[in-house]
Each structure stands twice: as C-alpha cells, then as structure tokens.
C-alpha cells in the first residue's frame, strides 16, 4: 500500500504518480487489482453519483457514505477524501469532527480545497496527525465566484498568485498538491520548484501524476467531453448495448436458457 512518503519517493526518483476517484464499493475491488497507485473520494461524487450541478451539495454524511464504501473494497491502495464545502471554514472544532470522522470511515489524508484563510487549519491538521493533500487553479467549490469551471492563471498576476500558494501550502505542511485546470507551463513552474509532488487535471504533462474521475476515463458520461479527459473505453454505449441485448434476449425468450434454469 502506498503512503505519503511514496508520494514523495515516487516524485524524488521522477516516477509518475496515477490517482483516480472512487465513490463505490464495486468500483474499488477492481481498482484495488489494478496499477493504479492512489484514490480519491472526491466531492465530485455530489455530480458524479447523485447528479447535482456542482460540488457544493457534497455534506459530511454524503462523504463519510463513500469513503465507508470505498474502503470496504481497497486492501491495497491509498485513500484520499475530499472536505466538502465550507468544512474546513465553518470553526476549528467543526473542521476537526469532520476529519475525525473521515480518518474513521477509512480515509487516510483529506484534501483541502485553497490557500486563502486555510493555510492555520492545514497548518493544525498536519500537526495533529492528518495528512493534507492542496488543491489550486480551478477549486470546484469556489466555482460560483470563479464563474463557472474555467481555465486559470491564464495571465501572469492570476498565476503568480498560484504559485505563491503553492508555496505556502508546501510550508503549512502540504504533502501533495492537485493543480487543476491551469496552463501547462504554470504547472511545470510549480512542480519544479516545490519538493512535494503535484497531481494534474487539465494541468498539462510536466505535474508529479494525474487524476481522473473514474466515470470520465470509462467513457461512461457520453456527453461530457473536457479537453483534458481521454475517454479510455466507450463505456456508455458497451453497457447500453449490454442492456439492450438482455433486454432482446428475454423478449425473444432466449433468457433465460437451460443453463440458466435448475
């Protein structure tokens, strides 16, 4: 099983770091017998699995119910939870039952979303204990004060600012952080100079890895299709024709056939 201190091996020796999300029990027996190095239960699940616009309807309860999930099924890898909306902002005590409570649901780091006003909270959590994955560029939860999911840092001022809190989220303790969504020279800039590694999405090649959302990378949102996604299998149209296929079966009294009776 990998822990933070492969993270940063792996980015020492130049070796490329793979995530992807998870929300389901099923969906982690498969991933834990694959390459793959580390998880994410990202608050995307609040789109992904229970079709809101947004992250912003992710709550601690939902979380806690796919990271329970998630871990039922992983033995082998390692296991990042998202902090939902407004978690880590509400008081220190708040921020602090909730982490308590994803460490127990199987969790073993949460990620933060932001630098301004985080970098005390990140600061304490580390100190406790608890390890903290960054996250810059575009932050999902923030999306409707930056407008929509929109490329950032695209001129010099917007990406000094990044990479400055990259910077500080490294000092406050960070022991990786996910670049998403920003030009793909920024991301190089600021994977070279950190020591910790970064985690790419729509951020280009030269991030420490890359994350995907699960149901992306399958192909399984036909109508989702990001610049920075690459569909790995057509898995709408494969699980559709499977359904329909049952589906004929049964009408043409094909299923089900000897060998599925007793």
Known sequence: MKTIQDFQIMKNEKKKISLVTCYDYWSARIIDESDIDAVLVGDSAAMVMHGFETTVNAELKMMCYHIEAVKRGLKNKFLIGDLPFLAHRKN????????????????????????????????????SGVPVMGHLGLTPQSVHQLGGFKLQGKDELTAKKIFQDSLLLQQAGCFSIVLE???AETAKKITDELEIPTIGIGAGTFTSGQVLVLQDLLGLNKNFNPKFVRKYLDGYDLIKTALNNFNKDIKEEKFPGINESY
């Open 92 to 127: 220190l005590n708040y921020l602090m039952e909730s982490v308590d409570r994803f460490i127990k649901a199987g969790a073993q780091a949460v990620k933060i979303e932001g630098a301004d006003g985080n970098l005390e909270m990140i600061e304490h959590l580390v100190k």
């Open 181 to 183: 969504m920003i030009p």
